[in-house]
DNA sequence: AAACAATCGTTGACTTTTTCAATGATCCGT
DNA sequence: ACGGATCATTGAAAAAGTCAACGATTGTTT
């Protein structure tokens, strides 16, 4: 893997042009919050992906895989294995759909609600840390920007 | 992999606080991107990876193999494969570093740079493409917000 | 109502990507 | 000149991603 260290680095190849290619920008940025959120999930024995489900499980929205799959950008047998693993350690379970039969909507269980609850401050740091070079406005903003740019 | 799917989606699931988590949000529209930007980039025989090493190494900086592996946040012998692959096609050349004859030097060669046009025009149109929601400002605005956020 | 195609979750095979340890060559500090 | 560190490279192992098929269920068409 890349750069594990906690200093920042002072890139001398951020000056190529490449540096506006939004594409590389997204990559790089969620390369290096992958590492850390995913360091700081280990202790949950979470990570990035299982989180997501585990809050969108929380959520209260009652999503079926199917959802979880699409708005994950995920392969349905990836959610799968996810779900698999939260529902044996008790976090989420599988419910029956209410309107269709095939579907399965994953819900949370308190448990689950609790390790979510501590990871989510785990990963507020986190966030913190990586966006430290960024004002309280701008983080505002760039949380925005990638919203609107995702869904309108 | 997920939707394919050239509409908008308009997801369900978007509510749910994890619309917050910028983790998530970087996630899924470095996903979308990459999967429009690989789609484009596949004419020239190119991925976003190959094509951001093709990038450096026609910027005049002149990278070593551990700066491309540390920008990218790859593995050094990720960046292994991506080199031996632009070399076979003539895009790239490894040159013997100048003060240290451990390292290789990237550098393009003429028609690395030709393709490496014609490609950079194509992921422009994805990008705007992907970024169509965000109006003239607001992309300038977000792609400065993303390099601060990496460094300063 | 019977037949049909489509969708959901799941499984399993297969490919690609990532991760990691080891190696020879070279550099740097002492 | 010695020892430790760094560079590119290799190869193996682990993880992630892709894809086709299946039973169960749904919605649609006849």
Redesign the interface.
Known sequence: ???QSTE????????????????????????????L?NKALADYGLR?RSF?VL??AC?G?E?TQR?????????PSQVVSLVDDLEHRGLVKRAQGKQDRRAKIIVSTAEGRRIHNKARAA?EV??QT??A??SED?NA???A????????
């Open positions: 893997m890349g750069p920042v680095e002072t890139p001398r190849l951020a000056e190529a042009k490449i540096g506006n290619d939004v594409g590389l920008l997204l990559a790089k940025l969620h390369a290096t919050g992958s590492l959120n990035e997501s809050t969108l959520s929205l999503p959802e979880l799959a699409d708005f994950l950008s995920l392969d990963l986190c966030e990586q966006l070079g960024l701008e903003q760039l949380r920007l990638l919203k609107k740019a995702l869904w309108g």
